[in-house]
C-alpha cells in the first residue's frame, strides 16, 4: 500500500516570497491534515479537511497560510507571503477517520514532510 | 486540551527493555492515550492507543494506570531502530480526533 506522498522534500525561499506544498493522501482516506514542526518541538495541527471540507482550522494564519483539497483527494497548502519563522517541515497526514462517536481513534499516516528554509 | 508530560530524553542499551513514563493527570472520560513516534527526518507513525485496560501490539505494549492518571509506553527489546522522540497524546472523541503533540521524550538506543 502506497504511503502519504509529498513534494517538494525540500524548499528554500526568500522571506515576502510565495511557496507551495502538494499532498497526496493514501487512497480512500476521507481525513487529511497539515501540520507544521519547528525545529525542536511536536508537530502542530494547522488545518484538518473531512473530504474537501474544513473541519478545522484554528490554528491556521489566515492572513498568509491557505489550504484546499480539491475533490477531496490532493491537497495544496500555500503560504504567501513567506517569513522567516515560517522555516519548519510541513506535514501531511491522513486517515479513514470518523469525526463523531468513538470510532475516532483510527491511526493518523504521515507522510516525509517538506522542509522549508526561508532566508 | 489535556495535556500530557514526558521526560525531555531517555537512554538504553540495545535489546533491553524500555518504559517510557507518560504524566496525563487532568485526562477526562472521553480522552483515549495514543503513543506515535518519530524516527530521524521522517514523519510520525502510529504506536499503539487505549483507553483503560493494557494493550499490547506488535510493536510495544501500553500500561495505563487505574487511575488512568499516567502511563507507560513498553518497548521489550530495543534495537537501534527504535532511537526516535516518542510523543504520548491524549486524542479525545470530542474533539473531532486531532492529535496535539508535545515536546514528546528522545530515545537513545547504545549498542
Known amino acids: 500500500e502506497a504511503g502519504v506522498a509529498q513534494s517538494p522534500r525540500y524548499k528554500i525561499i526568500e522571506k515576502r516570497q510565495s511557496v507551495a506544498f502538494w499532498c497526496n493522501p493514501i487512497s480512500g482516506h476521507a481525513t487529511l491534515y497539515w501540520y507544521q514542526q519547528i525545529l525542536g518541538q511536536g508537530p502542530k495541527l494547522l488545518i484538518q479537511f473531512q473530504n474537501n471540507g474544513v473541519v478545522d482550522d484554528s490554528q491556521l494564519p489566515k492572513d498568509r497560510f491557505s489550504a484546499e483539497r480539491l475533490k477531496g483527494v490532493d491537497s495544496t497548502l500555500k503560504i504567501q507571503p513567506a517569513k522567516l519563522e515560517d522555516s519548519a517541515v510541513y506535514l501531511c497526514a491522513s486517515s479513514s477517520l470518523q469525526t463523531s462517536g468513538r470510532g475516532i481513534q483510527n491511526e493518523q499516516f504521515f507522510g516525509p514532510g517538506t522542509r522549508l528554509t526561508v532566508l | 486540551d489535556a495535556k500530557t508530560t514526558q521526560p525531555n530524553s531517555m537512554e538504553s542499551n540495545e535489546e533491553e527493555p524500555v518504559h517510557l513514563p507518560c504524566n496525563h493527570s487532568t485526562i477526562s472520560g472521553t480522552d483515549y492515550i495514543h503513543w506515535y513516534r518519530q524516527l530521524p527526518s521522517q514523519g510520525p507513525e502510529y504506536v499503539i492507543h487505549g483507553l483503560t485496560s493494557n494493550v499490547n501490539n506488535r510493536m510495544a505494549s501500553l500500561a495505563i494506570a487505574e487511575d488512568r492518571k499516567s502511563s507507560t509506553l513498553i518497548l521489550h527489546r530495543a534495537t537501534l531502530r527504535d532511537a526516535a522522540v516518542y510523543y504520548c497524546?491524549?486524542?479525545?472523541?470530542?474533539?473531532?480526533?486531532?492529535?496535539?503533540f508535545g515536546q514528546g521524550t528522545e530515545l537513545s538506543v547504545k549498542p
Open positions: 497524546i491524549l486524542r479525545s472523541y470530542n474533539q473531532g480526533g486531532k492529535l496535539i
